[in-house]
């Protein structure tokens, strides 16, 4: 857990700087609010794969069941039906997204890579 608040407390304020220069450089809403929604995405997703890793290798340490798998398998696509309305109704920039998506993804692999050389 605390290998993901370490990439939330890099995340937020970088994903933030991003959002307000985008916007500043722009001068339009959908690409700073599409690098919004793919951060959020991004530590969405990351918090919940942190919880179900911490549910199955915890002090119980149980077994996979069909609902880890059905609880992901839903996650995964309420985010997609979500983001898919945003970028259909025009609200988010696709490129946008990836770059909010982008900005976390980086963090993680640099953390990640942190914590393995730390071993």
Known sequence: MELFRRILKQ????????????????????????????????????RAIVRNVQSISGSN??????RYIILSTFRLLGLFV?????????LINVFGLLTGLTIVFIIIIKEGLREARSM
């Open 11 to 46: 995340s937020i304020p970088l994903v933030g700087i991003s959002v307000v220069i985008s916007g500043i450089l722009t001068g339009d809403f959908r690409f700073p609010l599409g690098i919004l929604a793919g951060g959020i995405a991004g530590l969405f997703n990351l």
């Open 61 to 66: 340490s149980q077994r996979i069941t069909g």
């Open 82 to 90: 979500i983001l898919f309305i945003l970028i259909w109704k025009h």
